[in-house]
């Protein structure tokens, strides 16, 4: 069965970086776009970025253009989401997708940005 394991998260002060990660596997991993979402408390998820199947176009929301970038190991089935210059209101659990027949989550990794 598709299985979606994120990890990476912590707390971190505003202006720092993170690296997250997301194992991914029970799936052809190299033939589907992975995305990354986020929700922050009291608000809904929204998307954040996505890297394509081979992994040559890659798209951010405005919030994190220029900040964040994703990339992906179609050899490990991996996919990761650098974040650099990190703001308080980038605090959010922060999800793995996939939409392979059906949308797959994985359970989130958490990201608390200090001011």
């Known amino acids: 069965q598709v299985k979606l394991v994120e990890s990476g998260g912590g707390l971190v002060q505003a202006g720092g970086s993170l690296r997250l990660s997301c194992a991914a596997s029970?799936?052809?991993?190299?033939?589907?776009?992975m995305n990354w979402y986020r929700q922050a408390p009291e608000k809904k998820r929204e998307l954040v970025a996505f890297?394509?199947?081979?992994?040559?176009?890659?798209n951010y929301a405005a919030s994190v253009k220029g900040r964040f970038t994703v990339s992906r190991d179609n050899t490990k089935g991996m996919v990761y989401l650098h974040m650099n210059s990190l703001k308080p209101e980038d605090t959010a659990i922060y999800y793995c997708n996939v939409i392979a027949g059906a949308a797959y989550w994985g359970a989130g990794t958490e990201v608390t940005v200090s001011s």
């Open positions: 890297v394509s199947s081979g992994g040559d176009m890659t």
């Open positions: 029970g799936f052809a991993f190299s033939e589907y776009t």
